[in-house]
């Protein structure tokens, strides 16, 4: 046994750093979450010419010949005539003065100015595996279960015991884990913000759980600390389900799925009343919400998973499950009476791998056998959350319910269970995984459309202190070769699949260790903003509009459970793809608007499996050929 002196640090935003503390452990544990922090780099701003040669590199397919000499010349007034070095040495000053230069600018311009609804459009679902309870009782009974799984992770969380987690062997900042819990976004009239009450002197000590759209607060600690068991949550939640039967409720929480300038003006509204305040209050300190969803219509075993895809991303609509739940909230388990469950999470504070490592954590905890049966002592009933209703609420909730009816009946979802191999075939082959996904993505794109289109990877910036994500632009001039050859048996396609997939190797090793292209000119258009000075004409280009116009927006969020992530597409005529390659099959979740013609998410998923498959042919032929 070894005794180990680590020092803490309490985990805020960047620029707000509570006391360092001194905690003894006497334990061995395999490596606090919080210790390594200290020593974890600071994200570099990469140099300035380096960047500008890579964006013109990574337009070369995606622009015209005549549009690329525009922007070289743009660029290289940009370089020469001293805008470009002025506001680099603005970045380097502020990366020199703040723990992370970009994670404040990048939650700020991709989420909370965002003014879109956070539902669809920027907070993911997860799908998971479909459980076989089909009525109340095993739904109360999963719910806790599962309540109490997330409640142990928790421990970890509050005890700074979190297992340090590693990409390419280096440690990864821990900072996300910090901000799920006891979190929400606020809205804002121009800009929203994310309150942690985790932070605060007493941390929160109730989940809520919102039944018919009835919330309530259910506390899930003892008085003397020690946590509700599984049989005293099913307990509570038994008498929320009893006491929420009526269903001619007023779908409170839809009004957090409206566009965010219209939730803003109804949220000032709706909190001018002392109760509704303090119940939204109690809602947005909660440490998570767990939404009892009511039975969706019945489809075939083919769509269910793109069904629940749905359920997680907007909940069906405002006569489903959309009232159902509080889109601001951070963390929303989902769990359906019939069987259905996943979560949706907004997504200011934190990436999609934190997520999906809580939910393995607790997906392996409801594993195991329940050991402690508990004395029944009895609890107090779980309060039920009041709002007043005031005719201009009223108003804002039917408005809220037709934006959202419509935001339904536009999202077009599509997963697609490939089963026919996983990473194992790509990695039998010596290649990556994930570069082998990301080509099968092209293929299928290029064999739709005949061109291929801009396309956005999240790469993982936490190897820096504080750090968020970079992006990877997938499409490139090898892959352009490599899917144009795919059309013609007589070319070397494997030699070129493999200078693709080398290449979008290359790209996520710049990206994961801060030498990106796509953050590094945000942090320059940032700057510029800061200074007040004219925007420069690259970013006002053509090219930097195509470039940053992603058709594709993809993202892989592996986990060890058998689930699925989604997300909405971040353009009118593009997809969302979201993928989790397992050891022997892949999980797909496809998004595109029905509002657009072009786009299909059944078709393009088919496309897909149609390149993973002819992409394995490829692979084994060649193999064969060569015996
Ligand atoms: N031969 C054999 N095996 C190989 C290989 C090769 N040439 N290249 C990679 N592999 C193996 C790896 O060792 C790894 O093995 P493991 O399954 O035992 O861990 C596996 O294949 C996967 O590697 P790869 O497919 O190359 O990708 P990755 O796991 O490194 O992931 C990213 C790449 C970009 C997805 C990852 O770095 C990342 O950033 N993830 C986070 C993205 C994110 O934040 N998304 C959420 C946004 S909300």
Known sequence: MKSLYIKTYAFLRPGVVRPCRLVRSVTLIPERSLAHQEGLPKLPVPPLKQTCERYLTSLKPIVSEEELEHTRQLVEEFLKGGVGERLQKGLERRARKTD?????????????????PVAVYTSPGVVLPRMHFHDRQGQMRFAAKLIAGVLDFKKMIDTETLPVEYLSGKPLCMDQYYQILSSCRIPGPKRDTVVNYAI????????????????????????????????QIYMQLEKIWNSSLQTNKEPIGILTSQHRNTWGK????????????????AIQKSIFTVCLDAPMPRVSDEL???????????GGGARWNSGNRWFDKTLQFIVGEDGTCGLVYEHAPAEGPPIVFLIDYVVKYMQKAEVVRSPMVPLAMPEKLRFNITPEIKRDIEKAKQNMN???????????????FGKNVPKQHKLSPDAFVQMAFQLAYFRMYNTCCSTYESASLRMFKYGRTDAI????????????????PNTERLVLLQRAIQTHKENTYNAIHGQGIDRHLLGLKMQSIEDLTSMPEIFMDTSFAVAQHYNLSTSQVGSKTDCVMCFGPVVPDGYGVCY????????????????????????????VEDALLDMRALL????TAKQ
Not at 266 to 281: F, G, M, P, Q
Not at 304 to 314: E, G, K
Not at 581 to 606: R, V
Not at 620 to 623: G, L, V
């Open 100 to 116: 992370n230069w970009l994670s404040e600018w990048w939650m700020q311009s991709a989420y909370l100015d965002c003014r879109m």
């Open 200 to 231: 605060g002197k007493t941390s929160p000590t109730h989940i809520t759980v919102v039944h018919n759209f009835q919330f309530f607060v259910l506390d899930v600690y003892n008085s003397d600390g020690t946590r509700l068991t599984v049989d």
């Open 266 to 281: 109804a949220y000032n509204n709706l909190i001018k009343d002392k109760t509704n305040k303090e119940s939204v209050r």
């Open 304 to 314: 269910y998973q793109s069904r629940v895809a749905a359920q997680m991303l907007h």
């Open 406 to 420: 419509i935001m339904v009946h536009d999202l077009d979802v599509k997963v697609l269970m490939f089963c026919h």
């Open 473 to 488: 632009n997938t499409t490139t001039a090898d892959s352009l070769k490599f899917v144009q050859a795919m059309q013609d």
């Open 580 to 607: 989790n390659p397992m050891d022997e099959h892949i999980n797909i979740a496809i998004t595109a608007f029905n509002s657009c013609e072009e786009t299909h998410a059944a078709k393009f998923a088919q496309a």
């Open 620 to 623: 084994e032929d060649t193999a």
